[in-house]
Nanobody, 120 residues
């Protein structure tokens, strides 16, 4: 069984910062891409940032230059540093990872989501 556990999030003022973290646990054989998605009320879930096994990163245009995704291979964690937050960043943020559990095929796993609210 593979689990993704998120932490961080909360309330921030416009221009403020927050940091999200996600730990992958379980009987893990290998991890491929790790990513953060978000879903605002009434909108579809959208990709925010992704990091590949070799550390290559990609961001949606609206967060480029403000958000940074990083990972710790030893601890199997992925983080999202969010700077210069804007009200439009308000959403539930989800951790996502492609994982091959021991004795199982590659599968996509999701965290439970953590609320980020940007408001004055």
């Amino acid at each position: 069984q593979v689990q993704l556990a998120e932490s961080g999030g909360g309330l921030a003022q416009p221009g403020g910062t927050l940091r999200l973290s996600c730990e992958v646990s379980g009987s893990i054989d290998s991890v491929n891409n790790m990513a953060w998605y978000r879903q605002a009320p009434g909108k579809q879930r959208e990709l925010v940032a992704i990091i590949t096994p070799d550390g290559t990163t990609h961001y949606r245009n609206s967060v480029q230059g403000r958000f940074t995704i990083s990972k710790d291979n030893a601890k199997i964690t992925v983080a999202l540093q969010m700077n210069n937050l804007k009200p439009e960043d308000t959403a539930v943020y989800y951790c996502n990872a492609a994982v091959r559990a021991v004795g199982a095929p590659w599968s996509e796993y999701w965290g439970q989501g953590t609320q980020v609210t940007v408001s004055a």
